[in-house]
């Protein structure tokens, strides 16, 4: 995350460059990978900033959202989460997630195995796809072998 373009990007918005806003981004950047809640960025952010508000740190979010600097993502489970976005248009069309239906982990793939797909709406239809997520539901390596030990006993 490149901090002087990331300013430059909220003053050209009319947007404030606020501590809050930097601190938010900071967070992410330090977890790569991860799919943090508002509530666990609220609790990185008390670390350094023990007066922050929640509040303070859900407009946040909301504002980094809409500037795309910051995705919103849902495993179908209720709760929001996010993830430090991509600078480049197409590194975020191609980033996806397998989620283990019964452990709750999540992993992040980059793989788009859906050029073909989409190479043919566009080719059959002429619907030229600008975006999509893919979120692929099953077990983890753990999980499956820990199903495998009990079936084995």
């Known amino acids: 995350m490149d901090q002087e373009s990331v300013k430059e990007l909220l003053r050209k918005k009319g947007l404030k460059v606020t501590a809050q806003r930097m601190m938010v981004l900071e967070i992410m950047a330090e977890h790569p990978g991860e799919h943090l809640t508002a509530e666990e960025i609220y609790d990185l952010a008390r670390t ?43 590194a975020r069309h191609h980033h996806h997630h397998a989620i283990c239906t019964k452990c709750g982990k999540v992993f992040s793939f980059e793989d788009d195995l859906l050029e073909n797909l989409e190479k043919a709406l566009r080719d059959s239809i002429g619907f030229e796809v600008v975006d999509h997520e893919v979120k692929l539901y099953g077990y983890c390596a753990a999980c499956r072998e820990n199903t495998d030990d009990r079936k084995e006993k």
């Open 48 to 90: 350094t900033s023990p007066d922050i508000g929640l509040a303070t740190i859900y407009r946040t979010v909301q504002v980094l959202v809409e500037l795309q600097l910051i995705d919103k993502v849902s495993f179908d489970d209720g709760i929001a989460r996010y993830e430090l976005g991509e600078q480049n248009a197409d």
